[in-house]
């Protein structure tokens, strides 16, 4: 499976269009990069995120 590469702008763009609320993008952000499921490209190439600093749902 080819993980998709992604700039940090499209993917939230992209994952605000079906979320419900700005903690969801957040949450499902951190989730697809921390993950591996997508690869971010550009200024947050290589970046990963401490789900621990998510604001309490």
Do not use: I, K
Not at 5 to 32: F, G, I, K, P, Q
Request: charged share 20%; aromatic share 4%.
């Amino acid at each position: 499976m080819n993980t998709p590469h992604v700039t940090m702008l499209d993917l939230v763009r992209a994952v605000a269009e079906e979320a419900r609320s700005e903690a969801e993008v957040l949450a499902t952000v951190v989730h697809l990069v921390n993950s591996g499921q997508v690869a971010l490209c550009g200024n947050f190439r290589g970046c990963r995120f401490d789900a621990g600093c998510l604001p309490a749902a």
